[in-house]
């Protein structure tokens, strides 16, 4: 059984609204796509017709993010700047994905995730 594991929010951000958010790139999205699944992608083929199913799991995990709207725009930098301001000032920078996310891995998974939203803010800074 897969475990929880800690994702950026750009990762998910990049499934749920298909507006390219990945701090890495397809890398992340990609290895989010596989925990979601329980399966490595074959190829982008595969990773596109998938990529439904991913996000109707993310979704079930997280139903916040159906709500999450990015502005109508192609310009880097307002996304960037939308991206910080509404999304990791609520929300830091990662969540946890499942399935198996108990009281105790809770716990575990709240530390992950403060240290990694340390090391992302640190990264940030200009």
């Known amino acids: 059984m897969r475990s929880a594991k800690v994702f950026h929010l750009g990762d998910m951000l990049t499934l749920a609204t298909g507006v390219l958010l990945a701090p890495t790139g397809l890398t ?14 074959e190829n982008d083929a595969d990773a596109i017709e998938s990529a439904q199913g991913a996000r109707n799991e993310l979704f079930n995990q997280h139903p916040w993010l159906v709500m999450v709207v990015p502005p109508a725009t192609t310009d880097a930098n307002e996304l960037v700047t939308w991206f910080a301001h509404q999304v990791v000032e609520r929300h830091g920078y990662h969540e946890v994905l499942g399935p198996d996310v108990t009281p105790d891995a809770e716990d575990v998974a709240a530390e992950a995730i403060e240290t990694a939203d340390a090391a992302s803010a640190t990264d940030a800074a200009p």
């Open 28 to 41: 992340g999205y990609e290895a989010l796509l596989a925990h979601l699944l329980g399966r490595e992608m």
